[in-house]
């Protein structure tokens, strides 16, 4: 079985064969061209130090990151969900004793006596026309 520095080294031997053959300005020129670009993979240590996390112990910010994505959010959504619902239940209930409110004063303000409604032919009057 080969490993990853056998395969590096195989790769390594091609790459100096074929550029065997070049004028030393072009090797010169890929080798420079080749520098600046490990140097841009390769993190400065003021963006290292930026990445760091600010608590002691916790390892590099990049551990952090799936662990947010994880029951936290779900969470977070049941949350919201029981908090619209609980709204929405106390909103209806708000307006059930609205209506009762209102349905109370306009009886209250109403021009028929109060006298009328404790008299009990009134309210068999009012079943009766109900019944029909």
């Known amino acids: 079985m080969t490993t990853e520095k056998q395969i590096a080294d195989k790769i ?3 790459l100096d064969h074929g550029t065997a053959g070049l004028r030393e300005g072009t090797a010169y020129r ?10 841009r993979l ?3 240590s003021a963006e290292q130090l ?18 947010v994505n994880t ?8 949350l919201i969900v029981a908090a619209a619902a ?9 307006q059930q ?10 009886i209250l303000t109403s021009d028929l006596p109060i006298d009328a ?5 009134f309210l068999n009057w009012l079943k009766a026309d109900s019944d029909r």
């Open 117 to 121: 409604y404790l008299d009990r032919g």
């Open 30 to 39: 890929l080798q420079q061209a080749r520098a600046r670009a490990i140097a």
């Open 71 to 78: 029951p936290v959010r779900l969470l977070g959504v049941v």
């Open 50 to 67: 930026a990445a760091a996390p600010a608590l002691a112990g916790m390892g590099p910010a990049r551990r952090i990151r799936p662990w």
């Open 42 to 44: 390769q993190p400065s």
């Open 12 to 14: 390594t031997a091609y």
């Open 97 to 106: 004793v609205q209506d009762l409110q209102d349905l109370d004063m306009q």
């Open 86 to 94: 609980f709204g929405w239940q106390q909103w209806n209930a708000f």
